[in-house]
């Protein structure tokens, strides 16, 4: 039984850090074992603009703990008024790492989002040729879909349209929760790529219900039936590159979790690399979780692997690894904790 190992610093290739007190409470919680992260562009008002990126790094490197090398990778936030010109710029100075696609409505802050695509054809072309990324929240936003479907209707109705027209832009179906989404990308790889999140990895829908209503595991995408969370076990430790680690991991306080209409969104970053090496030890793939974590998706942005690593060893994290997290506008935010507990954690040295 392996106990410890020892594997390239890994990075988040999805996660939300938000603004102001939140950004200074959650940054350095990813800070501290990701070398890397895809920046989320879904603020309130969103990322839209290369002055907007620009002014959001410099507060996420005023977040940074002194002398972290920790480095954010900026998206921006595609909504129908974007200018190509920002894209063609952002990628020639290496700014804008990518530009991230919510169909509006489809979940937190995507009102600005697209509703027609034909209206952001030129800016897809400018990705396209710039070979910038598109990262897609893939879910349909019609109310007739069902909330477990949105993905799979998504893959058929837009995605593969839309891979169809611009056959070479390089698009990253993000936090998959489907079979249909795995296999989908998995007999489509090459300019297409999934993130996957340790929680969907851990939880399925009758989590959210089991022994009452759950807020704090509630997030969208929805978490599917058991079936398609062993899909996506399957896929994460399969060892294809097309699926890396994207933790999805948002912050929210506790009290607009826990309300009327709780919104959507797990605070998982504080035990991210925890989790993940749980899985892939409990699916006897520890020797693939370096892949996963730390190497395909530096391969996908074209980016090299990190320098140093990191240590995971098996015991019970301490307690203080689930404790909310407090922002100095004293706002409580809860950290997942699966059910059934952690046997591993991110070892000191
Ligand atoms: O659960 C989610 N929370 N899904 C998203 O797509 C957005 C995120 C957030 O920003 O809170
Ligand atoms: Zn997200």
């Keep these: 039984m392996t106990d410890r190992i020892e594997i390239r610093r890994p990075d988040d290739w999805h996660l939300h850090v938000r603004d102001g007190?939140?950004?200074?409470a959650t940054l350095p919680l990813s800070a501290g074992v990701f070398g890397r992260a895809i920046i989320m562009p879904n603020l309130k008002p969103p990322v839209r603009t290369l002055a907007d990126l620009r002014d959001y790094r410099k507060r996420i490197a005023a977040a940074l703990p002194a002398g972290s090398s920790f480095r954010p990778?900026?998206?921006?936030?595609?909504?129908?008024?974007?200018?190509?010109?920002?894209?063609?710029?952002?990628?020639?100075?290496?700014?804008?790492?990518?530009?991230?696609?919510?169909?509006?409505?489809a979940t937190t802050n995507s009102d600005s989002g697209v509703r027609d695509l034909e209206r952001?054809?030129?800016?897809?072309?400018?990705?396209?040729?710039?070979?910038?990324?598109?990262?897609?929240?893939?879910?349909?936003?019609?109310?007739?879909?069902?909330?477990?479907?949105?993905?799979?209707?998504?893959?058929?109705?837009v995605l593969d349209p839309l891979r169809r027209r611009y056959p070479a832009l390089r698009v990253v179906l993000e936090h998959i929760t489907t079979s249909e989404g795995a296999g989908y990308v998995m007999s489509n790889a090459?300019?297409?790529?999934?993130?996957?999140?340790?929680?969907h990895l851990m939880i399925n829908r009758t989590d959210i219900f089991r022994g009452g209503i759950r807020p704090h595991l509630y997030c969208l995408p929805v978490a599917k039936r058991e079936k398609h969370r062993l899909a996506l076990r399957r896929a994460a430790t399969s060892g294809a590159d097309c699926f890396f680690l994207g933790t999805d991991s948002a912050p929210h306080p506790v009290h607009e979790k826990e309300s009327d209409c709780g919104c959507a969104g797990v605070f998982c970053a504080p035990v991210a690399m925890?989790?993940?090496?749980?899985?892939?030890?409990?699916?006897?793939?520890?020797?693939?979780?370096?892949?996963?974590?730390?190497?395909?998706?530096?391969?996908?942005?074209?980016?090299?692997?990190?320098?140093?690593?990191?240590?995971?060893?098996?015991?019970?994290?301490?307690?203080?690894?689930?404790?909310?997290?407090?922002?100095?506008?004293?706002?409580?935010?809860?950290?997942?904790?699966?059910?059934?507990g952690l046997h591993w954690s991110v070892a000191d040295r």
């Design 21 to 24: 007190a939140m950004l200074k």
């Design 73 to 105: 990778l900026m998206t921006l936030y595609l909504t129908e008024d974007t200018d190509a010109g920002d894209i063609r710029a952002g990628a020639l100075s290496g700014e804008l790492t990518a530009v991230k696609l919510y169909p509006a409505g």
């Design 120 to 157: 952001v054809e030129n800016v897809l072309e400018a990705m396209q040729d710039a070979d910038v990324p598109l990262l897609v929240h893939g879910e349909v936003t019609d109310p007739d879909v069902d909330i477990f479907d949105r993905e799979a209707v998504f893959i058929e109705r």
């Design 190 to 199: 090459g300019r297409l790529a999934a993130t996957i999140t340790p929680h």
């Design 274 to 340: 925890a989790c993940v090496a749980q899985v892939f030890d409990e699916e006897d793939a520890l020797d693939r979780l370096e892949g996963f974590a730390s190497r395909h998706g530096p391969a996908f942005y074209g980016l090299p692997v990190n320098d140093d690593t990191i240590w995971l060893e098996r015991k019970s994290p301490e307690e203080s690894a689930f404790r909310d997290v407090e922002t100095e506008a004293k706002e409580r935010v809860r950290v997942f904790r699966p059910d059934a």
